[in-house]
């Protein structure tokens, strides 16, 4: 009989010594660990170092390239086709090693779309069969090619690539941003379930013990058998509830752990996040900074100037286009390669390619309209999307005014519901309330809790919902940094 009892009180309290290890954590170190370990915040980092190598790329080409091509060896051992005085083809064998070596320094022109470039070259050429060898060089060469009356692409890249630029980078603070709005909506999903866990706990247990106390209260005759039986209900109710709420808080938790990549194995006991003090939101200056700050507003006048650029494009490409080369330097032949060098001779090309349409059927005007029309359509695009943005401001900045007195308003309600209930219990426990009293003073104070939480959530998501919009500190007065 005592070896039984004294497992009984193992049974009983081991639970309150032997618990789970938990991981208190707030709301703001769950948004600094998101921002720093998540998958998505990565992938913001990775998106920010390829948005600086394509810039750096596209800067590289205006400035001087330098490189190195030739062929080395080339040799050839065949029968080629020669061409006698006579008009007949006599078939000789030949074997030799053209060998080419070149040097040159090219820039680009930004403002005229050409290129000039400096370049040096060192010919070899072995005739095996009549073992001959010969040089043939050029010690200097300057050059020009120069397109004319053609649609210039450096000129508009150096307009467009700046803002693409300029929209990665911010495009980068605002994945930051929206990781923090993720990362909150799943901290409150977890916050929510464990509220309810512990609504559910706390019900269960209290209508266990009302329901003893009913049955007590059934033996002295001071409430029916329908009351009891309604306490009962309630009970299962409870029970259910509980096993509901527990596989809910163990789904959110992994939900928000898989999100933070964390392998932590402890369980999360989340903290619940007091709102700000309240602060107020200029409309005008949340609508001047998101239009300073937001990859999306910088995507306003890209998107305008790529919409221009390809009618300047379908205009100049419609008509006369020409392109001239000109090189000027020095060349020579020798037996050895040091006679390149002694007295070479001038080297002159110039050459001026030209294309005219003279019957193209309407192409070329067709294309030139639906560029217009392209461009008028992007217009039109921008000023919607402009009203959008505006609009999407004006009514988070207000949804954020709205809730910061809201939350105010649901924490009273929230100690006043508990208050009440806690009145109602001990009236019911003197005999002096109705089991439906009861149940409704519960059910009350239950609805109060998760408004309250509900309210939170809503607040907070308002909050960073409105810096990810406007990429500005309010509270500080300050840009966002990534």
Known sequence: MKKR???????????????????HISLTEVV????????????AVTSKKTNYWQYRSFMADFKPQLSLNGTIPGFTNSYIQVVQPDGTVSFQ????????????????????????????????FDNFAGNTTSYNGIPFEFGITQPLF??????????????????????YIASLEQVALDATGLYFDLLVAQVN?????????NNDTLYKIAGHKLELGKISQNDLLQLQMGLLTAQKDLASAQQAAAVASLKLKMFLSSRDERELELEIPM??????????????????????????RRRLLEAERDVVQAKQENGLNASLNATFGLSNQGSRPGEIYVKPQDREFVELQFTLPIMTWGRNKARTEVAKANREFAQQSVEQDKLTFEQEIFTQVTLLQMLQKQVKLTKLADQIAA??????????????????????????????????????????QSYYTLRLLTLYDFENDQRLNG
């Open 150 to 171: 053609r649609f210039n692409a450096m000129k508009w890249n150096r307009k467009i690539e700046p803002l693409k630029y300029q929209e990665g980078n911010q495009q």
């Open 197 to 205: 866990l512990q609504i559910a706990g706390k019900n269960r247990s």
């Open 5 to 23: 009892y004294f497992y009984l009180l193992i049974i009983i309290f081991a639970p309150q010594f032997v618990k789970a290890q938990v991981q």
């Open 419 to 460: 208050n009440r209930y806690q009145i109602a219990q001990d009236r019911f426990i003197l005999s002096n309330l109705s089991v439906t009293d009861l149940g409704i003073a519960m059910q009350e104070k239950d609805r109060a809790r998760r408004d309250y939480i509900l309210a939170l959530r809503d607040y907070w």
């Open 275 to 300: 709102e700000k003090d309240e602060f107020t939101v200029n409309p005008q200056l949340a609508l001047d900074q998101a239009f300073l700050n937001r990859s999306t507003a910088i995507s306003f």
């Open 93 to 124: 064998s030949v074997s030799y090693n053209n060998s080419v070596a070149n040097l040159s320094l090219n820039q680009s022109i930004a403002l005229t779309g050409g290129t000039i470039y400096v370049q040096q070259q060192m010919q070899r």
């Open 32 to 43: 600094q660990q998101a921002r720093e370990q998540s998958v998505a915040s990565k992938q």
